[in-house]
Structure formats: C-alpha cells, structure tokens
C-alpha cells in the first residue's frame, strides 16, 4: 500500500527566505504526482503535476522536482512572501487501476512572517 | 470556467436526517471523486466514479451512497447521519484520458447534532 509522508509537518521562515518543502512515497510505481495548496477553510488548489517521465515543473517562484527511484519530490519556494502561507499537500497517483486514486501526504503547515 | 462546484456550502443535521451533497464540474472530465478530512486524519477516498454509470468505494464508505446522475454531476448521500460524519467533504474530477490532474470542488462543512 502507497504511504505518502511529507516532512516538517509545520513550518515558519521569515519573508523573502527560499524554502523547500519536502514529499516522500514508498512505492515508486506511480503515474503522476501533484503538489496542492489548501487555505484555512478552503479546497484544494492544485500547483503543480509532475508526469513520472519528468523530473520537474515550474510555475512562477514555484518548482517541485521528483525522484521516482529514491521516492522523493521536493516543492521550492523562492523569495517566500506572507501571502504563501498556507498548507502544502503533495499526492501520488499510482500506475494502474480505473481511476487511479491519488494517496495524499499529511501536508505541511507553512507560516511565512513579515 | 467555474470548475468544481458543490452545494450547499455549509449545512447542520440532527442525527439520523438524510441529505444530499451535490457536485457538479464543467471540465468534461471522466472520473469524479469524494473526499472527507478531518483534523489528524487527513483527506480520505469516501467513493470514486471512474466513468459516467460506474461507482466504487474508497476507503471509508459505510453511511455513505453516491450517484453519477450524469458525467457533470456526482451526488453523495448519507442516509441517515451520524455524529461521526461531521467533516468537511469535498468533489473532485481528474480527465483520465490526458493528465489525469485532479481538481477540487470548494467543500461542503457538515456538522451532525
């Protein structure tokens, strides 16, 4: 069974700090893997997809990068601001099954101070 | 483009009422999902719909019946409501012929009396 573990569960960095926030899965047979971004009270808004064929994806000051060999996808935040604030998700979607449903991670709370 | 829409935003039930969560999305996607997450327990497959006239359960179905009415919509339905089933529930869709990148509807937060 697909176990997604993402590491610091919270995390707090001044303004303008890079950051990376961390995602590890423990079958590697995955399809794709998504990075999302959940705000207090709201859905799930998705960041950034990762095909398994790739090795990262870029959006803004956002770039996630993954390891299929070694389980691991990071997500990295450059020039951090207070608006980032928020809690990352990361999930694996496998490589077979009708629907493919995604295994999440537990999240990392991150805090971005003025 | 409104995406994954969910009504109705907010609701409280006594134990044992019945309702129905609706779903809807525009994106013509193939397969449509329902989650619940709660505080510690993270967000957990309720049932999944993988095409339009299929269903399936996830990992935490009892108390729960879905409809896929239509490939638009996907209704949840609990029957008879529980303490245990207040939660935040939440759709999403994934087009499973191209990207299979999923996107979420903006919650329902259901409280049982």
């Known amino acids: 069974k697909q176990e997604v573990t993402q590491i610091p569960a919270a995390l707090s960095v001044p303004e303008g700090e890079n950051l990376v926030l961390n995602c590890s899965f423990t079958?590697?047979?995955?399809?794709?893997l998504q990075w999302f971004r959940q705000d207090p009270g709201k859905g799930l808004t998705s960041l950034l997809l990762?095909?398994?064929?790739?090795r990262e994806q870029t959006s803004g000051r956002l770039n996630a990068s993954l390891d299929k060999s070694s389980g691991r996808s990071t997500l990295y935040i450059a020039a951090s601001q207070p608006g980032d604030s928020a809690t990352y998700l990361c999930?694996?979607?496998?490589?077979?099954?009708?629907?493919?449903?995604?295994?999440f991670g537990s999240g990392t709370q991150l805090t971005v101070l003025p | 483009n409104a995406g994954v829409t969910q009504t109705p935003k907010f609701q409280v039930l006594k134990t044992g009422q019945s309702m129905t969560l609706q779903c809807a999305q525009d994106?013509?996607?193939?397969?449509m999902y329902w989650y619940r997450q709660d505080p510690g327990m993270g967000l957990r497959l309720i049932y999944y719909?993988?095409?339009?006239?299929?269903?399936d359960k996830g990992e935490v179905p009892n108390g729960y019946n879905v409809s896929r009415l239509n490939k638009r919509e996907f209704s949840l339905r609990l029957e008879s409501a529980a303490p245990s089933q207040t939660s935040v529930y939440f759709c999403?869709?994934?087009?499973?012929?191209?990207?299979?990148?999923?996107?979420f509807g903006p919650g329902t937060r259901l409280t049982v009396t």
């Open positions: 990762i095909q398994s064929s790739q």
């Open positions: 999930a694996v979607r496998p490589g077979w099954g009708s629907a493919r449903q995604l295994t």
């Open positions: 719909s993988a095409s339009e006239g299929t269903t």
């Open positions: 999403a869709s994934t087009d499973s012929f191209s990207s299979y990148e999923q996107y």
């Open positions: 079958d590697s047979a995955i399809y794709n």
């Open positions: 994106m013509n996607h193939n397969s």
